[in-house]
T-cell receptor, first 115, second 112 residues
Framework: AQSVTQLDSHVSVSEGTPVLLRCNYSSSYSPSLFWYVQHPNKGLQLLLK??????LVKGINGFEAEFKKSETSFHLTKPSAHMSDAAEYFC?????????????FGAGTRLFVKA | SQTIHQWPATLVQPVGSPLSLECTVE??????LYWYRQAAGRGLQLLFY??????ISSEVPQNLSASRPQDRQFILSSKKLLLSDSGFYLC???????????FGQGTRLTVV
């Protein structure tokens, strides 16, 4: 069975410092992994996705994530946080299962950016 | 291009009343369809998903049910709402495991 765990419910960083949002997953097959961002009172926006190509994936707004199969992780990083990065971030796994596939979201990590 | 419609946007219903939320997708065929509930600190909880007409998988036991009477129509229902059914419900679709999920605008349901 597939699942996704976001290890931190809240992360707080200072503007200009690195961001690390952690995600672990479990999957019986070869999953596709995504990160979405949701700004307050806005819809969900795709940041990046991994689909069995390069393990280091670059996304929008300077974010990137590395797929590590041995660690079953897909952590999201950014070298330098900006105030506009304050939002909620969701790690997502999409995987084949009996009769089809399904897409599961993590519980989310709220990122706070301090001036 | 593909679009997804979800309605109503907001709904206030008394306890014990029925519920029907509807979602339709345009511009694609045989999509995977989903109903999620979003709650603070719990992310998007997958309630139901469907890989085809009449094929519904339930992820969590609850007071709700889902149906897919047509390829691009997904309905979330309840015969008798509970206070705990209040929340923000999102319909979504994707075409393949490797593709982005697209969301409706959501329905804010308040059970009073």
């Amino acid at each position: 069975a597939q699942s996704v765990t976001q290890l931190d419910s809240h992360v707080s960083v200072s503007e200009g410092t690195p961001v690390l949002l952690r995600c672990n997953y479990s999957s019986s097959y070869s999953p596709s992994l995504f990160w979405y961002v949701q700004h307050p009172n806005k819809g969900l926006q795709l940041l990046l996705k991994y689909t069995s190509a390069a393990t280091l994936v670059k996304g929008i707004n300077g974010f990137e994530a590395e797929f590590k199969k041995s660690e079953t992780s897909f952590h999201l990083t950014k070298p330098s946080a900006h105030m506009s990065d304050a939002a909620e971030y969701f790690c997502v796994v999409s995987d084949e299962n009996t009769g089809g596939f399904k897409t599961i979201f993590g519980a989310g990590t709220r990122l706070f950016v301090k001036a | 291009s593909q679009t997804i419609h979800q309605w109503p946007a907001t709904l206030v219903q008394p306890v014990g009343s029925p519920l029907s939320l509807e979602c339709t997708v345009e511009g694609t065929s045989n999509p995977n369809l989903y109903w999620y509930r979003q709650a603070a600190g719990r992310g998007l909880q997958l309630l139901f998903y469907s890989v085809g007409i009449g094929q519904i998988s339930s992820e969590v036991p609850q007071n709700l049910s889902a149906s897919r009477p047509q390829d691009r129509q997904f309905i979330l229902s309840s015969k008798k709402l509970l206070l705990s059914d209040s929340g923000f419900y999102l319909c979504a679709w994707n075409g393949q495991p490797s593709t982005e999920a697209f969301f409706g605008q959501g329905t804010r349901l308040t059970v009073v």
